[in-house]
């Protein structure tokens, strides 16, 4: 399977090729890319043991130049301390504005390459490379970058969109089985947002993709970066409510991984996995949505290894504290606190006249 997905924004507009086997024809893909016939990799040691050398191979079969830059592993590196580090030695090879970086990795590389560019010499072009079924069919797409700082996840960042996406499903074969499942919430997200048919789709095909089923794999990867796409193009800033619909479960889930510090014990997917169940949940609660609706979501989520209440999720904390966490969250706007809710499966909405002190109570039913 080969197919193209264009994100339509006018002059800088880009595609993303969903292609099995395309990192192994990355040479001719990114030549286009190689500024004088050379090109900066950027990469964590993980993926420059699994994945690194298909692509070095690839490109040296092009005759590309390649300088490669091997950072560590995991959301530190999202850090101002590796940003330093990271521009100085891409300045020090002698990047030029219309030089690409090229981020091979997942969310971690995607984000912090995808910040550096926008601000060396004053943006840079990059092109992303995911290789988190995470990365590909959520933060490769769509132009968001970030680091972290003290004050919490994500909070330094700039819209800078890719020049070029280049998605090998098949590099997802030395991905942990873990870390493929929580990126599938990802993927279940999309159809709870605004496509039932595709959460049906999802429920018959979900636990074939995570036995490593490569058509359901590539069918759900391309799904979900339509998705993507489509929203990105239509609300590149998040300035309307739409983009804003790609947070379902965030706020709960942001929550859940900020109480168990950001760490393996609660990775970002599973997070959004309980998040999505408790945001059906709560809106069941208020009557906003059937209660059979909430009950297939959290039963989807749970046939595929997910966890899907606070319970799974291995959280003991009172509602306060869990709503404090949210009050933290980068959501939050002159005070008040989007909420993404749920009509039922494939109706989210934004509500943004949720009662902090009501979803304290609720949490605290739930645990
Ligand atoms: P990650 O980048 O930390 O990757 C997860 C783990 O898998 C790491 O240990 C990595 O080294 C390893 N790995 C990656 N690819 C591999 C492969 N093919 N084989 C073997 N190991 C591999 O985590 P992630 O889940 O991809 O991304 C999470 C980050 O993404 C978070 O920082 C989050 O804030 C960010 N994010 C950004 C956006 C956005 O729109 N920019 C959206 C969602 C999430
Ligand atoms: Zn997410």
Known sequence: MSETVRVALGARSYDILIEAGALDRAGALLLPFAKRGRLVIVTDAHVAETQLPRLAEALASEGIVQETIILPPGEGTKSWAVLAELTDRLLALGIERSDHVVALGGGVIGDLVGFAASILKRGCGFVQVPTTLLAQVDSSVGGKTAINSAAGKNLVGAFHQPSFVLIDPTVLDTLPPREVAAGYAEVVKYGLIDDADFFAWCEANGPALLAGDPAARDRAIARSVGAKARIVA??????????????????????????????????????????????????????????????????????????????????????????????????????????????????????????????????????
Do not use: W
């Open 234 to 367: 239509a609300d590149e800033r998040e300035t309307q409510d739409l983009r804003a619909l790609l947070n379902l479960g965030h706020t709960f889930g942001h929550a859940l991984e900020a109480e168990t510090g950001f760490s393996d014990r609660l990775l970002h997917g599973e997070g959004v996995a309980v998040g999505m169940a408790l945001a059906f949940a709560y809106s069941a609660r208020r009557g906003l949505c059937p209660a059979s609706d909430a009950a297939q979501v959290a039963a989807h989520l749970r046939a595929v290894g997910l966890p899907a209440s606070l319970e799974e999720a291995g959280v003991r904390a009172p509602g306060e504290v869990l709503v404090g966490h949210m009050l933290h969250d980068k959501k939050m706007s002159s005070g008040t606190l989007p909420f993404l809710l749920a009509r039922g499966i494939g109706q989210t909405f934004v509500a943004k006249d949720v009662d902090l002190a009501d979803v304290a109570a609720f949490l605290d039913e739930q645990a």
